[in-house]
């Protein structure tokens, strides 16, 4: 108990240093357990890095047009006489049990508005079967074209990880409970702040913290072992993609032969932009490395800007489906990366100890996100394919990118 009260008053210098005292408030009230995990999660909150990250919320980023020039890429229906050996190349190295297939399932889903893991929605096909069990219909259908059983990670995030597994559990993980090639893995998390930058505590009495963004995959494959999983099972190439695009093709073997012909350390899919206002970030070269502007930083006149034939110069949309190789996802993920604001809603208790649901946003979360790392890249192949064979994200709970938009690619996709 002693203990306790001495370690209490160190951390409250703390606290009072950087303005946080209220994480306190209502420390006397929680049982035991959870007034040690609350003094746990402070001792190790980088209070600096709030402070800071807070300090950046109110700027507007604009990235000077300078910096940013086109990327090349290739089109996948103008392969040409290079189709048969790039796919040649890629089906070797799977069929060698090379690649592995990474799912980012911690996102939050808050347009989406379902109650569970977003893995778990059912986007209402005939079947009823859920974004993770489409993603892993497709994952064993792939296995069985290359008679190889390709290892499947997943991301989840501290609030839906034991429900992501226990969903899994209790379907007997789609097949592959004998398989044992299948891993889960938490990616980290950041406080949440108001907009006075004070931290907040959520209904349970501790910091309120949310998933620190797709760019934590990098750190989280690191951290939680499992690359050094991945090498253990002869992984060399790690395809990275999210959980909410029922038509990610997680084995592409063109796409991987590109990478391992042209030897460079990353490809990743595009899209076609459906138009300059479409809002989706594209892939480019910053400073001369491969890098994605988002839609929210690109400067309109080169948003518009068309070539001679009429396409628009910035127009390969990052779809999150990106084949790294797995050097270099173990350098991304040893290196830092900036983190973006978002403003969020967020039931928190005040200071006087009362539970508070806003009617909107009012706090901010940090994310980092994927591509910031790509700088960390030499080079990077961009292969364009078809929108409708490879992308059909569901985000918002109705009109564009909806269940409703994505079971319609999907049928017709799959002939269904
Ligand atoms: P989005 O950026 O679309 O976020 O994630 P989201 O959480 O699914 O939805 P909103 O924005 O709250 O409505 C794209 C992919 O990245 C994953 C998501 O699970 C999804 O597969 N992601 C996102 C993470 O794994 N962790 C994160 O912290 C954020």
Not at 109 to 135: A, N, V, Y
Not at 141 to 147: I, L, M, R, S, W
Not at 257 to 262: E, N, Y
Not at 317 to 340: Q, T, W
Request: a negative charge.
């Amino acid at each position: 108990m002693e203990d306790m009260e001495a370690r209490k008053e160190s951390i409250m210098k703390t606290l009072k240093k950087y303005s946080q005292e209220h994480l306190l408030n209502g420390f006397d009230k929680l049982e035991e357990s959870k007034q040690k995990e609350l003094l746990d999660q402070i001792e190790t909150t980088d209070f600096e890095l709030i402070n800071s990250l807070y300090n950046h919320t109110r700027e507007d980023v604009k990235i000077p047009e300078s910096q940013i020039a086109p990327i090349e890429y290739l089109d996948k229906d103008k392969l040409n006489g290079y189709y048969r050996s790039f796919q040649e190349t890629g089906e070797k190295a799977i069929r060698e049990g090379k690649l592995a297939a990474v799912t980012m399932a911690g996102g939050q889903g808050t347009r989406l508005g379902h109650s569970g893991p977003k893995g778990t929605f059912d986007i209402g096909l005939e079947s009823h079967k859920s974004l993770f069990e489409l993603l892993s219909d497709s994952l064993k259908e792939q296995g069985k074209k290359y008679d190889v059983i390709i290892p499947w990670f997943i991301m989840t995030s501290k609030e839906n990880n034991a429900d992501t597994i226990e969903f899994f559990a209790k379907r007997r993980y789609f097949g592959r409970e004998k398989d044992k090639n299948i891993f889960f893995f938490e990616q980290g998390e950041l406080p949440m702040v108001d907009t006075e930058g004070k931290i907040l505590i959520g209904e349970d009495g501790l910091i309120k913290e949310a998933a620190d963004g797709h760019g934590g995959i990098y750190e989280a494959l690191v951290k939680n072992g499992m690359t050094k999983k991945m090498r253990e099972l002869g992984v060399e190439w790690i395809f990275i993609g999210g959980v909410d695009n029922c038509l990610v093709k997680m084995v592409d073997p063109i796409l991987m032969g590109i990478a391992i012909q042209k030897q460079v350390t990353a490809a990743g899919k595009s899209v076609v932009k459906a138009n300059p206002q479409e809002k989706v970030g594209v892939f480019c070269k910053k400073n001369g490395r491969p890098s994605v502007v988002e839609y929210t930083e690109i400067p309109e006149d080169m948003a518009k800007a068309t070539d001679e034939r009429g396409e628009l110069i910035y127009g390969e949309s990052h779809i999150l489906c990106n084949l790294f190789n797995i050097d270099a996802v173990e350098r991304m993920g040893s290196k830092p990366l900036p983190y973006h604001t978002a403003f969020k809603k967020a039931t928190y208790i005040d200071k006087n100890g009362n539970k508070v649901v806003p009617d909107g946003p009012n706090a901010y979360k940090f994310e980092a996100f994927l591509f910031d790392a790509f700088g960390e890249l030499d080079d990077m192949a961009i292969l364009r394919v078809k929108r409708e064979e490879e992308f059909a994200p569901v985000k918002n709970a109705s009109g564009v990118d909806s269940p409703e938009t994505a079971r319609e690619l999907y049928r017709k996709f799959y002939n269904l």
